[in-house]
C-alpha cells in the first residue's frame, strides 16, 4: 500500500508541475481578436497578454455597439460565422466549471465581468484572469480547436447557467496568437 501511494504521490506532483510550468514558463505571450458585428464590420479589437508569471491581460476597445451593459465571454471554437456567431460555441470551460463570477459552484474560464457601452457606443473592459492561459496547458485558449471572444446584446446575470442570460451574440472575434 505504501509503494502504491508513493507512486501516486510522484505522479500527482509531476502533473501539478508541468501544469505550473506550462502556466508560468517565464515567457510572455500576445494574442488579439478582432471584432466584429454581424454584418461583418469591425466594432472593436481585443488584446490578451500572458505575464511571464501567468495571469492573462483582456483588454477590450469597441465603437458602435448599442448603449448599455454587455455580457462578454471567451467561447470555445476559433469560429465567428455570422451573422448570429453561435459557431462560436459555447462558454469557455475546460474545467467543467458552472457560470458567472457570482456562483459559489465554480466559474467557466472564459467568463469575464461585462462591458458598459456609452452613449456614444463607445466601450471598454480591461481586466485580468488567471483562468486561461496564451501557454500550453489544460486552460489554454489555444486548444485543438482555438477560442473567441463573444459580446452579448445583453447584460450577464454572472449566476445562471450556461450563459448568464445575456442575449444574443453581437459581435465575435476569434483569439489568434502574435
Known sequence: MKIGLGFLLIVLA?????????????????????????????????????D????????????GLAPGTHGIHIHEKSNCTGPTFTSAGEHY???????????????HAGDLPNMVVDSNGKGQLNVTT??????????????????????HAGPDDQMSDPSGNSGGRIACG???AK
Open 93 to 107: 470551460n475546460p474545467l467543467g466549471k458552472h457560470h458567472g463570477l457570482n456562483n459559489t459552484a465554480g466559474i
Open 130 to 151: 488567471d483562468r486561461v492561459t496564451l501557454s500550453p496547458g489544460p486552460t489554454t485558449l489555444f486548444d485543438s480547436d482555438g477560442s473567441s471572444l463573444v459580446i
Open 52 to 63: 511571464a508569471s501567468g495571469p492573462v491581460h483582456v483588454n477590450v476597445s469597441v465603437s
Open 14 to 50: 509531476a502533473l501539478m508541475f508541468a501544469t505550473t510550468a506550462s502556466a508560468s514558463d517565464g515567457v510572455a505571450r500576445n494574442a488579439i481578436a478582432i471584432l466584429k458585428d454581424s454584418n461583418g464590420t469591425q466594432v472593436g479589437m481585443a488584446t490578451f497578454t500572458e
Open 174 to 176: 476569434v483569439i489568434e
